[in-house]
């Protein structure tokens, strides 16, 4: 006969693998994550090397369960619960791993984050386009390389790209103007080259950010972005030349920031109209010629400005920054300069 503590001690495990198969199958029962979804993060995690901040991705628990699973979220808004964003960052990848593949896995996908990892190498797949619910993509300080997809343009929910500092290559893609809702782009940092298509100053009314600075683009400014409002714009350190005088103008209320250093440009900056809500104009380092607009005595909001080592002449109506900002022109004179001649 079994003795009495032995049988409690029987019961006793009998009741323990009741309570946790019990709450096994609870668990399971009460998983939101989509079985495809965690499959597809499963396997960008084995693609990526299984980088140790990778290591809270249990395939045990729920998926959509953020304390366990970072950098990962679920739409809750339609109590769908489909991941619609990831982040990758900051991964300590061991060795140079591609673009994970699976990521193309996840169709829900509104969001898709991947920032300093240098160890991200080769291109971006065409294929992703199969996120056809992305609204905002973010690959920057990665070393990822060749050139930008035309197929971005097929993926209509588009509001931004953001490949900043990569190794990105070949010229700019020419028919991202066909999307929608978007908003801006920023491919600064990369090994771009060609020009600016003219297809640029087609993108919608909502087009606001427009950066691009050190890369290799070169030739002249479309006069097509004239068309555009853009908030901000930053053109600089690449070899463009010509005209830049579409950029300006006293009607584009929500422009802040101009900066169009390190090129060759060549246009008179005293016949442009400038933004009442400039906040930066940065033109150094060109071949601008003409006097400094007087407006620039009006631009209440305006904390950055240098247009040195340029063609400019004429006294300076506005003295607020120091000498640098103004130095190395042909025949700028009054303060911060030397006073100008009669």
Known sequence: MISSSLHQFLSYISLLFLVLTTNHFISSLSEKCHPDDKNALLQIKKQLGNPTKLSSWDPTIDCCNRTWWEGVSCDTDTLT??????????????????????????????????????????????????????????????NISGEIPNTFSQIKTLITIDFSYNNLSGPLPDILSSLPNFVGIAFDGNKLTGTIPESYGSFTKSFTVLTMSQNRLSGKIPTSLGKLNLAYVDLSRNA?????????????????????????????????????????LDLRNNKIYGRLPEELTKLQRLHKLNVSYNNLCGPIPYNRFDEYCYAHNKCLCGPPLPACKN
């Open 240 to 280: 463009l030349e010509g005209d830049a005088s579409m950029l300006f103008g006293s009607e584009k209320e929500i422009q802040a920031k101009i900066l169009l250093g390190w090129n060759k440009l060549a246009f008179d900056i005293g016949k442009v109209g400038l933004s009442k809500n400039l906040q930066a």
């Open 81 to 142: 619960y489909r991941v619609n964003y990831l982040d990758l960052s900051n991964l300590d990848l061991p060795q140079p791993v591609s673009f994970p593949p699976s990521i193309i896995n996840l169709p829900f996908l509104s969001f898709l984050y991947i920032s300093r990892i240098p160890n991200l190498v080769g291109p971006i797949p065409p294929s992703i386009s199969n996120l056809s619910k992305l609204q905002y993509l973010y690959i920057t300080q990665c």
